[in-house]
């Protein structure tokens, strides 16, 4: 089963891995078994493709689409400046 594997850092909202972790638990209980989030995330992910052209699955990946451009369209803060000029100029100096 895991032959051809390969690692990918996967960053979720904290409500999806909330729910990731009840059915965690539920699995456990039917199961009698123990099971891991990294198993239930690995089955979700492949029950998921499986049905690629599933209407809700298209609509929550266009949400994040539209979330992702909405973050990348703000306008960026101005950097602040921390350091004092003096530390700024200290620190360029050994730079050379």
Known sequence: ???DKAKVLLILPQQVLDRARVFVGEAMARLKRPVSLQMVLRALIDEGLKRERDRAIV???EDQVRAVR???SRPRRPATV???P???ARSSRRAR
């Open 82 to 84: 921390s350091r004092e």
């Open 1 to 3: 089963m895991f032959e």
């Open 59 to 61: 609509a929550n990946i």
């Open 70 to 72: 909405e973050l990348r």
């Open 86 to 88: 003096a530390a700024a």
